[in-house]
């Protein structure tokens, strides 16, 4: 029975690490803190996959107190989430996710989010929607503060 998903992710953007989102790094000035390396649109598509599975969320799975994920590189986050979701017999059938960011502009980086993040699922890049948006300089985000992320997903 298909089974439907939603996460959301956010970092604070300083300065000293690399920017890493869809899976790719993205030169800009600033990276995202985290214990891994923060990756807030992987983190948001793992919550949705997780929640549609019901198999709680990212945090339970891979915890930020532990020294197995600390600097992970989040695309293997998603691939064992990937893992995990099959174990209960599910699979990919598309995702949708928005990055709100203020700074760097996404839109030229999405296309290799996309097909970076659909090998790591196994899946077409058709499957994998990537948006793009700012907050009007609006909050955190228009401060640029930090960057944010929502994902969508169906499994089945």
């Known amino acids: ?34 214990h891994s390396d923060a990756d ?30 600390l600097n992970m590189d989040s695309k293997v986050i998603l691939a064992k989430t990937i893992q995990l979701i099959a174990t209960k017999g599910y699979h990919v059938v598309n995702i949708d996710a928005t990055v709100c960011a203020e700074r760097p502009k996404l839109n030229p980086h999405i296309p290799a989010m996309q097909e970076c993040l659909a090998q790591v699922i196994g899946t077409d890049p058709d499957n994998v929607s990537i948006k793009a948006t700012t907050t009007e300089r609006l909050g955190f985000t228009g401060r640029q503060e930090g960057i944010s ?8």
């Open 1 to 34: 029975m298909p089974r439907v998903g939603m996460g959301y992710d956010v970092h604070q953007l300083v300065e000293g690490r690399d920017l890493w989102l869809g899976g790719i790094r993205i030169d800009h000035e600033k990276g995202l803190l985290g």
């Open 40 to 69: 807030v649109l992987i983190h948001a598509i793992c919550d949705a996959l997780l929640g549609a599975a019901n198999m709680r969320d990212i945090g339970y799975h891979f915890p930020d107190t532990s020294d197995e994920t």
């Open 149 to 156: 992320a929502y994902a969508v997903c169906l499994i089945e």
